[in-house]
């Protein structure tokens, strides 16, 4: 399964992933981290296209974004 | 069923905590930078001069040899190491809009005329962010700052200064180009002006500019301002390659250096 | 009350500077002498801030203070900042809503407050800082309520109104708590 | 009118009570810790008919007060201490060619790009340094920020008199706090000086602001003129403070600026304790107030330089008590504002010695 | 027979000897500006601002009050003047090309860009003259001087600048133009621009660059001076008006500042 | 191979005895009276290898400067007053980095503009004033062509083990005149210097060249490591001379660098008359020779010090020996230099006064 | 008749009126002026046109051109 | 001769500084002391320049003077100058080609050189300075004559050779006139 990975101490709730995800798949928690910010979750991690769009955007390097890989003799 | 890193953060990025603001795009600045250096594999050959601006601590983040110039002095700086460090080495200055267009007119003039073999990375926000949001040379008109709280007055201030138009009226720059930071796209040509900067330090001198956003300065939101970036920057800063190796200015093609005074 | 030193921490953006100086213009309208000292980290936004406001009847010698009275907190690095460094038998006043964190000190005075979680009942949810204020000032009364009440009418006018209305209800709020 | 008591940040009061001083006119450039002047300049000047200028760097704010000031108008601009040593060439050039301007230094830790945390380490650059030549310049050094409201309607006539540049010293616990504080009436001052370049006129002859003499015998006439003006400004201007000192306590404090009222509670609380502690504190870095120095140190056993820098004053200082007494140095450094209780450790320590 | 002064002396130039080298061109600059001053009848509200160069001592020339301003700096201090001064005051100031291209670089165009109701007059000789003839940013290719032994070496200290063409970037500017003093009748054209600036100087920035002769500096006599300027000066260097009132650079026509960032 | 005699102008001297010392690298701004340093570097370096670059202004020649000391090489710029005033900023960042660079200042009068004739007038600057912070320099004061090229080589050594910049303080006169010199050998100096930003190696930390400790109580932990430095240069690296002094005069004259030998001259003569004159030159202006000045003044009765300024060295003179004997002053400023029968005059003067 | 008078005492030898004349009416003078100087004099007024040229180029501001007023009834 | 100082003004251009290094190196060959200190006035070109000569046994103190030993003053400004500077019974050497006026001091060693009528004749109008220069080392001999002509040949090599030699016959006349 397409996942990604947010460092939630590095995250600052700026919100730029969660716009740019056209899937919509992102959200704040409700938890703070040590920083005072809510980081961002994944919601629905089966959606996910691994578009790295939300790696792309986020100015804390804090996503990273793995793709599933199917094996083609399938 | 495995799975392959579609992607990651560069090891050249260092694992420390930025002290940008949410939403900052300067994070995006460095990620693109440290990501080209890491792909030319160059970390060992490289020396960063890092600007007075909130990007300051730009060497507590990217994992390169870096040296910290005095307030707009950057390519000054970075002139000093490229006249006497061996050629191979590439050096790059990261520099503010009130860095750069402001105290360091004549110093990134002068580096460029000169033809230094740098790549000088221009985070242009429109504002002052790291004093807490004045009026930049290039801050828009109407913008309102802290420093122009009626919004930027042309008749007192005069216009926005577009660094990317001014040094294309110099000969010797190689590369001259404005990238955008407002969108995945944008960023992701972005960071091919970047590569082309590097690849083309060693014949000259090698200019990207990035509009980028200021979300504290400019007191939006930071999803506000990217939007803000592209309906009112971009009319005013048009993204594009000004300089490529080759092109040359208006009357410098016809003229033949040949002259000599005194023998 | 003669001599009062006071600290307010927290992250910035929490609104401690702005209590502060509220404090401040109450004590001065009250014929006090009064300093106000801001702190901040190299962050422009987040990162932690805070502020020390002093308070006497004679001309203050040092704005800062290194063993303050009393201390408002709302975040959790400013409690581990701070909770050492105040004076014996000092006020600690502790926003519960961001700090889980137990007071290790014996010898201080600590109030809790959910101050988030009254701001967001009252619909005010940015004026936790008032219901801080509020709860300080009743613990330590170093200005009278009204002073603090008057502040903030003068302080919020004109299109500000509303807002300084909400934050007149929190700090009352604060006051009850 | 005089206002009431209002309650105000240190670099915002400095902006207002030049404007009550008459300054129209502020070029400058941001640096912390005193972007509040200018952006306070930039919204109040407006209103009253003033301009307010952002230059493109410290070294052209200078420049622009250098023009400005030809005029005759009350011009200011206000640094901290790394926009301030790029003010050097220009500061020389105000010198030379004898106009009035206030400049604020706001200072910060240095050297370099140092930090943004108060500091007093430009006290050297101020009083002795402050560019090339022969030169000096009025420096007044507010403890408060009713102090600093007062003195900067005296540094601009002090400018005025002495047709010299004058600094406002103060440091970024001064910029940055809140006190209460009361200014005076607004005035208006039309720039009739006779000096000024205002266009050639029938009745005077015509006016050439300059600081160039080729010949190095006119230079030295026009130097030697400048050092009649200092040699008056040492005679009339040094202005001191003497506190707690009417018991003749044998250890004598000196501090200035915001350093002097955090030796004041220290020295209040040491009193408390029966240590007879008193304080000196010049309100002008120079002219050196020495006759205030040596009258204060007449009556004590030692010295003792607290400052927030790495001992700059203390040279001033020993050079006024020579080898006479012991001038004991201790300070903060780097943007460490100094605590009273290690304040009060330091004096307690002169006791000890003694 | 009754005769008529053909040509005069203005009685703008004061009776001091001049102290420039036989030929050089400063000395007709000086008396153009003179000359436009008078026609204009503005002897009385014009303030003069004087350069660190061989025309440091303009001010013992012309007759009208004068400021000097440090190397470089002129056009700071002549915005110290606009903005103190009353509005119907005339300001101008002379510059040489190390004073106003090279040290002075982020001062001119500052000044530019903020529309500074300024005339700057531009004495372009290619060269250091006062300190001996040193290389400025306007030295030619291949030129001699005393610190290019070798000629200039445009791969080391880059292309001549063309600040004309560098300021014509920028949007607030009302007249930018370039004249020669090559020639009797080049002469004649100068003075017209000098005129056309200081009668547009109360709409916003003029600056008019002469190219001028430093028969020392260049190790020429005075006439093969002219000759060299025509032939070497004028094809990078083109003389032309590149702005007048109503022009603008390109894109910002299309652009229509009336953005507000918070309210 | 060490050249033979040849008949120099000081400042290419300097210049050649810069290369000689292994500066492949040079940064400046021309300025009157010391334009023949650039010159002759932009001749000589490029036949040496190395590099001779003229910066857009002093400003630049600073921040150049900076990033070539950054890279371990031997860097050099030279200026005079107005220009080296321009550089204080970035002097202070230079201190504050810890970066090896020497500086030259060809004095000329001020304040301003002044003239381009020579002047001791930036002695206050160099040793007290040159930027914001708490900060030093070394200061190395040639008197004769000779002894400006042997001190070349020694402030690139100095600049070296110190890690701090190191200026080399001379005026017009020397700087214009032509005397016989020797040159050293021609040396190579390799950058290798394990604090050198030249790329990141796996073989150390990585290098970050930087003045900024955002952390107060940082900065000042560095700034009291510079402070060590400074203490260790002040016990190891003071130099003076004294000359006449083994019959214990009672008149000991002051000078420094060309004002010395044109002492020499006057004393030498006076002794010719009969009186008994000594002569103590610094060769640091800082740090200060304060133990030879005070062997030196121990057995005369009074001091006089002479100087091309209107009196700055005086000053540190009057620190050092206190209100123990009376230290007067004579001088000439504006770029006027002091002839031998003026110079004696004023020395006469003192036994007068005796 | 038309005619120029030259400031003997600010003329430089620059040459430059020599060299606009374009009736070569203009020679250095043998003697010296008090700054070192050979000046320029004009050799036969007669055929001067006062074209100005020579007032035009001279740095010094030191030619002046007269013009002869022929009566235009004649 | 143990010290010696000369002055040498004139007209700039007229070549004062380079028989100013000539002596200077001549002197230091012969293993004395020596200086060489010029002085401009503020123009690049014309004006009046001059520059001072001291040779000694001993190491030179002031490389300028106030009151010269000898002077050659190519120009009238010049003589105007320096006449009265000089010192008792000092020498002055005058181009009495480009000066006309009197020498109105009793007291000094007076040598009158038509020194650019002599160097036209020698066909090298430009070389009137090293006529002066002759002059002053026939009627002064702080340094031998050889040791100047020494100079002037290592000093003009490669393509200036033509233009040391036409020196040297001008130096040459002048010692001898
Ligand atoms: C000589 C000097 N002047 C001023 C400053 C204060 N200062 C620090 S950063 C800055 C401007 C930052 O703006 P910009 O370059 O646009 O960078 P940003 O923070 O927007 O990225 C200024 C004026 C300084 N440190 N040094
Ligand atoms: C700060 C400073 N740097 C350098 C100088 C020395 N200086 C005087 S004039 C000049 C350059 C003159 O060249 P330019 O501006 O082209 O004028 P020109 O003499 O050619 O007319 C320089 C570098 C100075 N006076 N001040
Ligand atoms: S990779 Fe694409 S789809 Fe997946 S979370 Fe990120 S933006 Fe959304
Ligand atoms: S873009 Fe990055 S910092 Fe911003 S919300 Fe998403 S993960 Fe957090
Ligand atoms: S102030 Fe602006 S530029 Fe600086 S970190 Fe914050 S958002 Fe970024
Ligand atoms: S040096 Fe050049 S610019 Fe200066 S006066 Fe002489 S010829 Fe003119
Ligand atoms: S006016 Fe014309 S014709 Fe007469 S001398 Fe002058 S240039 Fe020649
Ligand atoms: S142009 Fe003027 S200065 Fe030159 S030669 Fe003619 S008159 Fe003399
Ligand atoms: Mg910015
Ligand atoms: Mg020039």
């Known amino acids: 399964m397409n996942h990604i990975d947010i460092d939630r101490e590095r995250c600052k709730s700026c919100g730029l992933c969660i716009d740019v995800c056209n899937k919509h798949l992102l959200e704040f928690s409700k938890d703070l981290n040590s920083h005072g910010y809510h980081p961002v979750e994944l919601r629905n991690p089966e959606k996910c296209s691994a578009c790295s769009l939300c790696g792309i955007v986020c100015p804390e390097g804090g996503v990273q974004v793995y793709k599933e890989i199917r094996d083609k003799t399938r | 069923m495995t799975e392959t890193l579609a992607f990651g953060r560069t090891p050249l990025l260092t694992h420390n905590y930025m002290h940008y603001c949410p939403g900052c795009t300067h994070g995006v600045a460095h990620r693109l930078v440290a990501e080209v250096i890491d792909e030319m594999g160059i970390q060992d050959r490289t020396i960063g001069v890092s600007p007075v601006g909130c990007a300051v601590l730009a060497y507590n983040y990217i994992d390169v040899d870096f040296i910290e110039a005095a307030h707009g002095r950057a390519p000054a700086a970075a002139t000093g190491l490229r006249r006497t460090l061996p050629p191979d080495r590439y050096i790059f200055a990261y520099q503010g809009d009130g860095d750069l267009a402001s105290i360091g007119m004549a110093e990134i003039v002068h580096a460029a005329n000169r033809g230094e073999k740098l790549t000088i990375i221009f985070v242009n926000n429109a504002i002052y962010g790291m004093t807490g949001g004045q009026m930049a040379p290039t801050t828009l008109p109407g913008m309102k700052t802290t420093t122009s709280p009626g919004g930027r007055d042309v008749a007192q201030t005069g216009h926005p200064i577009r660094v990317c138009e001014l040094l294309d009226t110099l000969v010797a720059p190689v590369f ?25 330090q060693h014949q000259g001198f090698t200019f990207v500019e990035l509009l980028s956003t200021c979300p504290t300065g400019w007191g939006l939101s930071p999803t506000d301002s990217l939007a803000w970036l592209d309906r009112n920057m971009l009319p005013f800063f048009p993204t594009k390659t000004f300089r490529e190796p080759g092109a040359m200015p208006e009357h410098t093609a016809a003229y033949h250096p040949d002259l000599k005074v005194r023998d | 009350m003669a001599y009062h030193d006071v600290v307010m921490a927290g992250f910035g953006g929490q609104g401690l500077m702005a209590i502060g100086k509220l404090l401040a213009k109450a004590a001065m309208d009250e014929g006090r002498h009064v300093t106000w000292l801001p702190s901040y980290g190299p962050e422009m936004r987040g990162g932690t801030a805070n502020c020390v406001v002093v308070v006497d009847d004679e001309p203050i010698g040092s704005p800062s203070v290194e063993h303050a009275q009393a201390a408002i907190v709302m975040n959790r690095p400013s409690l581990d900042k701070f909770e050492d460094t105040l004076a014996t038998g000092g006020l600690l006043v502790i926003n519960t809503s961001l700090i889980a964190e137990p007071v290790h000190r014996a010898d201080l005075t600590t109030v809790l407050v959910p101050a988030n979680d009254i701001a967001e009942a009252e619909g005010s949810p940015k004026a936790a800082n008032m219901v801080m204020l509020g709860a300080y000032v009743a613990h330590c009364g170093v200005v009278s309520a009204a002073s603090i009440e008057h502040a903030i009418e003068v302080s919020y006018v004109g299109a500000k109104k509303a807002y300084g209305e909400a934050n007149l209800r929190a700090f009352r709020r604060g006051l009850a708590s | 009118m005089p206002s009431q008591k209002q309650l105000m940040k240190g670099a915002e009061a400095i902006a207002e009570a030049a404007i009550r001083a008459g300054c129209r006119h502020f070029f400058g450039y941001p640096i912390t810790p005193q972007n509040e002047i200018p952006e306070y300049m930039s919204k109040r000047l407006p209103e009253v008919g003033g301009v307010y200028l952002q230059a493109e760097s410290e070294v052209a704010s200078i420049n622009m007060i250098f023009g400005g000031a030809s005029t005759g108008a009350r011009v200011l601009t206000s640094s901290s201490s790394p926009g301030v040593s790029l003010m050097s060439e220009g500061a020389s050039y105000l010198v030379g060619a004898e106009l009035p301007a206030v400049i604020v230094n706001i200072m ?153 009222r955090i030796a004041k509670t220290a020295i209040g609380k040491l009193r408390g304790e029966g240590l007879r502690v008193g304080l000196w504190r010049p309100m002008t870095a120079w002219p050196f107030p020495v006759e205030s120095l040596q009258k204060a140190a007449a009556t004590s056993d030692r010295l003792l330089s607290i400052e927030m820098n790495k001992g700059q004053m203390v040279e001033d200082i020993r050079a006024v008590i020579g080898h006479d007494k012991p001038v004991g140095f201790w300070g903060r450094s780097g943007g460490m504002v100094p605590t009273v209780d290690e304040m009060m450790n330091a004096i307690r320590g002169q006791f000890a010695n003694a």
């Open chain 4, 108 to 260: 910060r830790g240095g050297p370099g790009l140092g930090d943004i945390a108060p500091s007093q380490s430009d006290w050297s650059m101020m009083t002795k340094g402050w560019g090339h030549g022969d030169k000096r310049y009025i420096s007044l050094c507010p403890a408060t920020v009713q102090e600093a409201v007062d003195m900067m309607s005296l540094a601009f006539d002090l400018a005025e008199k002495y047709r010299n540049p004058v600094v406002l010293l103060g440091d970024g616990l001064l910029g940055q706090m809140m006190e209460p504080v009361i200014f005076p009436a607004l005035s208006e001052i039309a720039p009739e000086q006779s000096w000024a370049a205002r266009g050639k006129l029938a009745t005077r002859p015509r006016v050439i602001v300059r600081s160039l003499y080729l010949d190095p015998a006119e230079l030295e006439r026009h130097v030697d003129h400048l050092y009649d003006k200092f040699a008056r400004m040492e005679r009339e201007e040094p202005r001191a403070e003497t506190w707690m000192c009417d018991d003749e306590p044998p250890v004598l404090v000196c501090a200035f600026g915001t350093v002097a």
């Open chain 2, 176 to 200: 001259i180009a404005r990238g955008s930071l407002s969108s995945a796209k944008n960023t992701i040509k972005a960071k091919k002006l970047l590569r082309q900067a590097f690849d083309l």
